[in-house]
């Protein structure tokens, strides 16, 4: 029997790809990707056995090296230089070697001798400088051999936190390695992969389960996109319901496409179904139909063979062995099958409004959890919840709101049986849950067992896990990774902040989908794949071999567009600019609570597709205490890889930061910001937006000519702040040095 879920509002969600990094540190392999556990341990850089970069293959290359220096020294110094050549081979397997060799931007040539501590240095050219010149090609380093100092000066590192050996004992970064690692208010460092963009209002993310993992995305609209592996797009919808689907462009419509299901043993048979909002008459219903997957093209729907059905509530039916007689049938098991005052497609009772419901997979090795059902139900006036929902049980609304009494006569009659939810929380938080996921996928083991969601009007991304051993739920926020964390190729750290739906892969990895402007016409929706920077699987253990699928439509290449934000000393949080007012029906709603004043612009009351929510002002997350800059202060906003030193300038003036015009720019300018952060030469005065632009914040500076011995930028001559005459694509950056370029 296939069974066939259906909640009003829910549709197969979409998941959220992150990755998980450490605040402090920021360990990474030589392949610009986090460490692993290795399968088997290591026999000769065994002090990485338990977490490192390397797997057997490497290790034993790494001992082949070794054995070769071996061959080629004498006797003599083979016995005294042994340990320093074990040292240096292995730290290509320390989880720190993109440092340890500078090999944290792609761009950038890496070093072929790790980068080594002063006195560690000091002592290994005393007994064995010689043995640089067979560790090493650069024949640069061979001409320092001589000079200790020039020699130590050359492997040195700029971040001296992560020279060799020193980063060894270095608490902050060793005392929580290959951990997903909380902030001092708790809250999971994460990151972020763009994986498609453009999108409107993008309500779910599914995949077949056919083996060819695709994904197919829908829009609020009624169109649904197939994406390939490779991320690129066919240019022919997947399915258009658009001109039969009820919606607008009003920013918070609820209305209009809002899931999408294909059946558990697609592709025999090759149906699938859909969910969407359809106006009859004068009066508005929501439909949930069965289609066909196309005889003649596998990446598109046959459009008519479309069967309706109207329902509503939380639903579970049997959609097999439909193609005579009825559209569904009861399964058996049901819990109301025989309860002549119950519909018997009803599965469970008392609840308000699910957004996004989701399976679990269960545990990879055991098992542990399969097939749980997990609900994010929106609240009425106080509280959002996340339930379990079993069969035949009752959920409490409209007596109980997350744990409280919403109304107190209905709550003093309720049944003792009633469930509780597993997690609530109030509008302080966020006022619009969506369901989520528990992470099941391969690629970041840490987050195995995590139940990760989200709330649509605060941005808010938080996660939940559970104690095997009481049944108690442990609530986490999940953070974007600050500075280095996620300084990855490829990565972001920030989003925008109406999260729209969960998903998960055919592999099973977690995505989420949000957008900045909440209109079923605007083009702002983004995937975002959900990355752990503090863990991966070991390389090669989560290959997938997709199924090959005919492609008949154009395909459209992936063009990532989100940039990776260098936030030294906060977390970026979501923002949205405010949204325009969309027409509401009218329904009996609480007055909501007074608005908290944050320093960000707030949102407008808005609702997400399918949400079902009173009016109220988006709260904005607790402020971390940082000092506020003074006028004048400069920052260097850097693209994802870059050293420290070089990014676009971006300046405090007014209680706002916002970037400078490269009208005018040149070293003097440089000058005075490199000074200002600390470093002795401005190496060059950088243009047309070279390391990125930004477009979230004005334009503050325009036409600044500098002498040089300026304090900060304020006091150069200028056009007046906010007085401009360029666009973004002109923001200034400089590269800034400690040592001087001209040596």
Same mark, same amino acid.
């Given at each position: 029997?296939?069974?066939?879920?259906?909640?009003?509002?829910?549709?197969?969600?979409?998941?959220?790809?992150?990755?998980?990094?450490?605040?402090?540190?920021?360990?990474?392999?030589?392949?610009?990707?986090?460490?692993?556990?290795?399968?088997?341990?290591?026999?000769? !850089?065994?002090?990485?056995?338990?977490?490192?970069?390397?797997?057997?293959?490497?290790?034993?290359?790494?001992?082949?090296?070794?054995?070769?220096?071996?061959?080629?020294?004498?006797?003599?110094?083979?016995?005294?230089?042994?340990?320093?050549?074990? *040292?240096?081979?292995?730290?290509?397997?320390?989880?720190?070697?993109?440092?340890?060799? *500078?090999?944290?931007?792609?761009?950038?040539?890496?070093?072929?001798?790790?980068?080594?501590?002063?006195?560690?240095?000091?002592?290994?050219?005393?007994?064995?400088?010689?043995?640089?010149?067979?560790?090493?090609?650069?024949?640069?380093?061979?001409?320092?051999?001589?000079?200790?100092?020039?020699?130590?000066?050359?492997? $040195?590192?700029?971040?001296?936190?992560?020279?060799?050996?020193?980063?060894?004992?270095?608490?902050?970064?060793? $005392?929580?390695?290959?951990?997903?690692?909380?902030?001092?208010?708790?809250?999971?460092?994460?990151?972020?992969?763009?994986?498609?963009?453009?999108?409107?209002?993008?309500?779910?993310?599914?995949?077949?389960?056919?083996?060819?993992?695709?994904?197919?995305?829908?829009?609020?609209?009624?169109?649904?996109?197939?994406?390939? #592996?490779?991320?690129?797009?066919?240019?022919?919808?997947?399915?258009?319901?658009?001109?039969?689907?009820?919606?607008?462009?009003?920013?918070?419509?609820?209305?209009?496409?809002?899931?999408?299901?294909?059946?558990?043993?697609?592709?025999?048979?090759?149906?699938?179904?859909?969910?969407?909002?359809?106006?009859?008459?004068?009066?508005?219903?929501?439909?949930? $139909?069965?289609?066909?997957? $196309?005889? *003649?093209?596998?990446?598109?729907?046959?459009?008519?063979?479309?069967?309706?059905?109207?329902?509503?509530?939380?639903?579970?039916?049997?959609?097999?062995?439909?193609?005579?007689?009825?559209?569904?049938?009861?399964?058996?098991?049901?819990?109301?099958?025989?309860?002549?005052?119950?519909?018997?497609?009803?599965?469970?009772?008392?609840?308000? &409004?699910?957004?996004?419901?989701?399976?679990?997979?269960?545990?990879?090795?055991?098992?542990?959890?399969?097939?749980?059902?997990?609900?994010?139900?929106?609240?009425?006036?106080?509280?959002?919840?996340?339930?379990?929902?079993?069969?035949?049980?009752?959920?409490?609304?409209?007596?109980?709101?997350?744990?409280?009494?919403?109304?107190?006569?209905?709550?003093?009659?309720?049944?003792?049986?009633?469930?509780?939810?597993?997690?609530?929380?109030?509008?302080?938080?966020?006022?619009?849950?969506?369901?989520?996921?528990?992470?099941?996928?391969?690629?970041? #083991? &840490?987050?195995?067992?995590?139940?990760?969601?989200?709330?649509?009007?605060?941005?808010?991304?938080?996660?939940?896990?559970?104690?095997?051993?009481?049944?108690?739920?442990?609530?986490?926020?999940?953070?974007?990774?600050?500075?280095?964390?996620?300084?990855?190729?490829?990565?972001?750290?920030?989003?925008?902040?109406?999260?729209?739906?969960?998903?998960?892969?055919?592999?099973?990895?977690?995505?989420?989908?949000?957008?900045?402007? #909440?209109?079923?016409?605007?083009?702002?929706?983004?995937?975002?794949?959900?990355?752990?920077?503090?863990?991966?699987?070991?390389?090669?253990? !989560?290959?997938?071999?997709?199924?090959?699928?005919?492609?008949?439509?154009?395909?459209?290449?992936?063009?990532?567009?989100?940039?990776?934000?260098?936030?030294?000393?906060?977390?970026?949080?979501?923002?949205?600019?405010? #949204?325009?007012?969309?027409?509401?029906?009218?329904?009996?709603?609480?007055?909501?609570?007074?608005?908290?004043?944050?320093?960000?612009?707030?949102?407008?009351?808005?609702?997400?597709?399918?949400?079902?929510?009173?009016?109220?002002?988006?709260?904005?997350?607790?402020?971390?205490?940082?000092?506020?800059?003074?006028?004048?202060?400069?920052?260097?906003?850097?693209?994802?890889?870059?050293?420290?030193?070089?990014?676009?300038?971006?300046?405090?003036?007014?209680?706002?930061?916002?970037?400078?015009?490269?009208?005018?720019?040149?070293?003097?300018?440089?000058?005075?910001?490199?000074?200002?952060?600390?470093?002795?030469?401005?190496?060059?005065?950088?243009?047309?937006?070279?390391?990125?632009?930004?477009?979230?914040?004005?334009?503050?500076?325009?036409?600044?000519? !500098?002498?040089?011995?300026?304090?900060?930028?304020?006091?150069?001559?200028?056009?007046?702040?906010?007085?401009?005459?360029?666009?973004?694509?002109?923001?200034?950056?400089?590269?800034?040095?400690?040592?001087?370029?001209?040596?």
């Amino acid at each position: 029997m296939a069974g066939l879920w259906a909640v009003a509002g829910i549709g197969p969600g979409a998941l959220l790809a992150l990755r998980a990094l450490l605040a402090a540190a920021h360990p990474q392999c030589l392949d610009f990707r986090p460490p692993f556990r290795p399968p088997q341990p290591l026999s000769f !850089c065994a002090q990485y056995s338990a977490f490192g970069c390397c797997t057997a293959e490497q290790d034993a290359a790494l001992a082949r090296r070794f054995r070769a220096l071996e061959a080629r020294l004498d006797a003599g110094m083979w016995a005294t230089c042994a340990g320093y050549a074990l *040292d240096l081979l292995c730290q290509e397997c320390s989880p720190y070697a993109a440092h340890l060799y *500078d090999a944290e931007d792609p761009a950038t040539p890496l070093r072929t001798v790790p980068g080594l501590c002063e006195d560690y240095c000091l002592d290994m050219w005393q007994t064995c400088r010689g043995l640089f010149r067979y560790l090493s090609p650069d024949r640069e380093l061979w001409a320092l051999e001589s000079n200790r100092a020039k020699l130590c000066r050359y492997l $040195s590192l700029d971040d001296t936190d992560y020279c060799f050996p020193s980063l060894l004992v270095n608490e902050n970064l060793n $005392s929580n390695l290959g951990r997903v690692v909380a902030d001092a208010k708790g809250c999971l460092q994460l990151c972020l992969e763009e994986v498609a963009n453009g999108l409107r209002n993008p309500v779910a993310m599914v995949h077949a389960g056919d083996g060819s993992h695709r994904f197919f995305v829908a829009e609020q609209v009624g169109l649904v996109w197939t994406y390939l #592996p490779d991320r690129s797009r066919l240019e022919k919808p997947f399915l258009n319901v658009s001109q039969a689907v009820l919606t607008s462009p009003w920013e918070g419509d609820e209305r209009g496409f809002l899931g999408l299901a294909f059946h558990p043993r697609f592709p025999h048979p090759s149906k699938l179904y859909v969910y969407y909002s359809v106006a009859v008459g004068f009066r508005e219903w929501i439909r949930i $139909s069965e289609f066909r997957v $196309s005889e *003649d093209d596998e990446n598109t729907v046959d459009h008519g063979s479309e069967r309706s059905a109207l329902l509503g509530k939380v639903l579970r039916i049997d959609v097999d062995r439909n193609e005579r007689g009825p559209l569904y049938r009861i399964p058996p098991d049901n819990p109301f099958v025989d309860d002549p005052g119950a519909r018997p497609e009803v599965y469970a009772l008392g609840v308000r &409004n699910m957004w996004r419901c989701s399976f679990d997979r269960g545990d990879p090795m055991s098992g542990t959890g399969r097939g749980r059902l997990f609900c994010g139900d929106v609240g009425q006036n106080k509280y959002e919840e996340v339930d379990l929902v079993e069969r035949g049980r009752n959920y409490g609304w409209r007596a109980r709101e997350g744990f409280e009494c919403y109304d107190r006569k209905l709550c003093a009659n309720a049944s003792l049986d009633d469930v509780l939810p597993i997690f609530a929380y109030p509008h302080k938080l966020g006022k619009s849950v969506t369901g989520g996921y528990v992470y099941r996928g391969c690629e970041y #083991p &840490n987050l195995n067992g995590l139940y990760i969601f989200g709330d649509f009007m605060s941005g808010r991304l938080m996660s939940l896990r559970e104690n095997p051993e009481t049944g108690q739920w442990k609530y986490s926020e999940v953070c974007m990774g600050r500075g280095q964390t996620c300084a990855f190729p490829g990565l972001i750290n920030n989003y925008y902040p109406h999260i729209i739906s969960f998903a998960e892969d055919e592999a099973g990895e977690l995505y989420f989908m949000s957008t900045g402007v #909440p209109s079923a016409t605007a083009a702002r929706g983004v995937i975002y794949k959900v990355i752990d920077p503090s863990r991966r699987a070991p390389p090669g253990k !989560c290959k997938i071999h997709p199924a090959q699928v005919k492609v008949k439509s154009r395909l459209i290449p992936f063009v990532p567009k989100e940039k990776f934000i260098w936030t030294p000393e906060s977390t970026p949080r979501p923002t949205a600019r405010a #949204p325009t007012k969309a027409p509401r029906r009218k329904r009996p709603t609480a007055a909501p609570p007074a608005p908290t004043i944050r320093p960000t612009k707030p949102a407008r009351p808005t609702r997400r597709p399918g949400a079902r929510k009173g009016g109220g002002r988006r709260r904005g997350r607790p402020s971390t205490a940082v000092p506020a800059p003074q006028n004048g202060s400069v920052r260097l906003v850097r693209p994802a890889g870059l050293s420290p030193g070089r990014g676009r300038v971006e300046v405090f003036v007014g209680g706002h930061w916002g970037t400078v015009c490269d009208d005018a720019w040149d070293t003097k300018a440089a000058t005075v910001v490199c000074r200002q952060l600390g470093f002795a030469h401005a190496v060059r005065a950088v243009k047309r937006a070279e390391f990125g632009e930004g477009r979230a914040l004005p334009i503050l500076l325009d036409d600044v000519r !500098c002498t040089g011995n300026e304090r900060n930028l304020l006091e150069c001559a200028h056009a007046g702040v906010g007085t401009h005459n360029c666009k973004h694509e002109e923001d200034a950056g400089v590269e800034c040095s400690h040592r001087d370029p001209d040596l």
